[in-house]
């Protein structure tokens, strides 16, 4: 039998969140609530405050105002155990390029504390589809490889949350695809997603909600106002008004 982790819930909320840097807001009276087994999309346009909104929610950074719960609780009700259940995929894949691929999801596995290093490690590479490249050094790798051994990477330890940012940027069409299957069966597996993309046709069979984020505010993206692409200019427009 699996251990239930010590720290677990099966959604995140997000309640009239802003954040300040100095004159500038880069959030302004946020509020959404992702489940698991959703994917949650992220939309606007560059410095609209998708990447701040992600950090917040990674705990990297504190809003100004407004709060953050992790089921019933804050990160500082959890304590340092809520960071064991967030995966985080940024613009940095955070990978050492002269180790391989099977060290650094060693490397990473080992970091959390986990003991099934081995398996972890074999999944991973597996999920990733670089099983013949395990041993090879990652500064060799493509973008399109580095990029599905880094999202193994945020996900070797098992985290509830998973947040992305930007995760198809520079990926071929059969990388893209290959990323689009493995954030389904991460969805199947209960996981709650939050991903910042600019990619409309991939994103459109991906999300289960969608927000535009403008100026830092958020606006939702009506379910039922055509393709993804159509609906985000709604809502731009919305915001503008």
């Known amino acids: 039998m699996t251990a239930t982790p010590p720290c677990d819930f099966d959604a995140v909320s997000i309640d009239r969140v802003s954040k300040h840097y100095g ?25 609209a405050g998708k990447s701040t909104l992600l950090n917040l929610l990674s705990t990297l950074s504190q809003p100004s105002e407004g709060v953050i719960r992790y089921g019933h609780a804050t ?3 959890w304590g340092d155990a809520v960071r064991g259940r967030i995966g985080v995929l940024g ?36 999920s990733a589809r670089i099983q013949e490249r395990a041993d ?18 945020a996900l070797v330890h098992g985290p509830r949350l998973v947040l992305l940012d930007e995760p198809f940027t520079g990926l071929d069409d059969a990388s893209a695809g290959l990323l689009v299957d493995r954030l389904r069966r991460l969805k199947d597996t209960g996981a709650i997603v939050v991903m910042a993309t600019h990619d409309f046709d991939l994103a459109d069979r991906l999300v289960d909600q969608a927000f535009c984020l403008n100026g830092g505010r958020m606006t939702t993206m009506d379910a039922d106002g055509g393709s993804l692409r159509a609906r985000y200019r709604a809502a731009v427009e919305a915001s503008a008004r």
């Open 23 to 47: 004159r500038r807001r880069a959030l302004w009276r946020v509020s959404l609530t992702c489940r698991a087994g959703t994917i949650t999309g992220l939309f606007g346009p560059n410095g």
């Open 75 to 77: 990160a500082d009700g």
């Open 136 to 153: 090879d050094r990652v500064g060799a790798f493509s973008r399109g490889l580095r990029q599905r051994l880094a999202l193994e990477r």
């Open 91 to 126: 613009h940095d894949l955070f990978l050492y390029g002269d180790l391989s691929a099977r060290e650094n999801l060693g490397f990473f596995a080992r970091l959390y504390g986990k003991s099934d290093v081995e398996a972890l490690v074999d999944r991973g590479l597996a």
